[in-house]
């Protein structure tokens, strides 16, 4: 029979793997596998278990929100070991990385969807040496998803992001004067409130990009977005109308693919990776991550 490992955060999003966790093990079970369960207990603690005791398996599962997986890819990635493929059961607040691989918001359906898909090689990103899932992202609301407080997660799920980011607005107003360089070709310069580097279908559960192919979170190149600062009404208007209709290439969002960003500030940046605080950096380097992981989504 084949092993699976499940690193499970119980207290991701609403708490919502404590009460299905033994249906999911139950549908693995039927499937052929026997079944090990870890509960993480506090923060590094996937990174931790999976270095000292990951090998072995045909399967990791990810049981959690977007931190739970990029403590797991930070484990893996640590060791010159070979580990098994992972598959992701979202149980965070939003899952936009789940999201972006076709995997259902209903962890019954997820987990059923994951015992249906087949492992497929993944582009993941490496920040400053650091690993991340699918975003690394500076300036305005990136530092929602870590400054909400976890009880008001439990209580209101994606809700309490939009109550947290309610409070950020005056941060439109605060551009951060940036120079990017992509792929040794492409400059780029000037005035913006927010940054991000990203592969995936969608970032914050408010970017939400028009290619629906999951080619593109295996092709080798990243997306850039880049959001000017709106200095009249006019300019917010315009802004959130391109946000509505997802058109990132334009005077108020660009958007551009690349493998490799070298990003400049004129002042210390935050930097979240994967919605968990990373730091303050002026010069940041990300490239995708030279190592192959596998991950379990469905086919086109």
């Not at 993480?40 to 090998?55: F, N, V």
Request: with cysteine; glycine share 8%.
């Amino acid at each position: 029979m084949r092993k699976a490992l499940f690193i499970v955060n119980p207290n991701a999003g609403k708490m919502v793997m404590k009460e299905n966790l033994v249906d999911i093990l139950s549908q693995f079970n039927a499937a052929g596998y026997i079944n090990t369960v870890y509960i993480t207990q506090k923060a590094q603690d996937a990174t931790a278990y999976i270095t000292h005791h990951g090998l072995g398996y045909d399967l990791i599962v990810s049981c959690g929100g977007d931190g739970t997986l990029n403590e797991i890819l930070h484990g893996i990635a640590a060791s010159d070991e070979t580990f098994a493929p992972i598959a992701c059961i979202p149980a965070g607040t939003v899952n936009d990385f789940a999201h972006s691989l076709g995997i259902p918001s209903d962890i019954q359906e997820a987990a059923k969807t994951i015992l249906e898909s087949v492992p497929q090689d993944y582009d993941f990103g490496t920040f400053n040496g650091e690993i991340f899932s699918y975003v690394a992202a500076a300036g305005a609301f990136t530092e929602v998803s870590y400054a909400t407080p976890q009880y008001l997660k439990n209580m209101l799920g994606k809700y309490a992001y939009f109550l947290e980011a309610s409070k950020k607005l005056t941060d439109l107003s605060d551009a951060i004067s940036l120079k990017i360089e992509i792929d040794d070709e492409l400059v780029i310069e000037g005035n913006f409130i927010m940054v991000a580097v990203s592969n995936s279908k969608s970032i914050g559960g408010f970017l939400q990009f028009k290619d629906t192919e999951k080619s593109m979170l295996t092709d080798g190149r990243f997306e850039l977005t880049l959001i000017k600062s709106p200095t009249t009404p006019f300019d917010l208007q315009k802004l959130i109308h391109s946000i509505n209709i997802r058109e990132y290439d334009n005077d108020c969002i660009r958007s551009v693919k690349g493998k490799r960003f070298k990003i400049t500030a004129t002042k210390p940046l935050a930097w979240t990776l994967d919605g968990e605080y990373a730091g303050e950096y002026e010069e940041v380097d990300i490239s995708l991550n030279k190592k192959r992981i596998q991950l379990v989504f469905p086919e086109e």
